[in-house]
């Protein structure tokens, strides 16, 4: 699981415990059953291969006036540092604003992150400041009208 891999989990957070992930995702999975839920994952796949790589997801924020969401994904080492992060989140964002599920999309990584920070800035994103100052991970955002209509793989 990828929530219990410390590779994975480097730049995020303490790996959790194998039995503690699968409970945290057994309640997601009850909590999209029984409500209409603020988030969406998908499973990235390569194509031709049947074994996900890893999750893609978007955490709405229906606080403010614009439709918002969080972006992130997460790979198994062993698929990282091939543009596929790149290529899932571009064309999650395409999808998102193409499809009205939000209008500008956020993301965050910790401050030693440099490859989320190179990516994240070659998406189109725009750093952001916090208003307290207090936050342990760099923000990012990305609004639909800054995102551009083509790849640039």
Not at 66 to 74: H, P, S, Y
Not at 115 to 136: C, I, K, Q, T
């Amino acid at each position: 699981m990828l929530y219990s891999d410390p590779a994975t989990m480097h730049f995020i957070g303490l790996p959790l415990a194998k039995r503690r992930a699968r409970a945290n995702f057994h309640h997601a999975l009850r909590q999209w059953r029984e409500s209409q839920a603020g988030f969406l994952y998908w499973r990235i796949r390569e194509p031709g291969k049947p074994r996900p790589i890893g999750l893609i997801a978007l955490v709405f924020d229906t606080s403010g006036p614009r439709r918002c969401a969080e972006i992130g994904v997460m790979l198994r080492p062993e698929a990282r540092r091939r543009k596929l992060s790149k290529i899932a989140m571009w064309m999650l964002a395409r999808q998102a604003f193409d499809h009205g599920l939000a209008d500008e999309l956020r993301a965050r990584h910790a401050p030693s992150h440099v490859a989320v920070r190179r990516l994240l800035e070659g998406l189109g994103y725009r750093r952001e400041a916090v208003a307290d100052g207090s936050s342990e991970f760099v923000h990012w955002l990305l609004r639909r009208e800054d995102m551009g209509d083509s790849w640039n793989g």
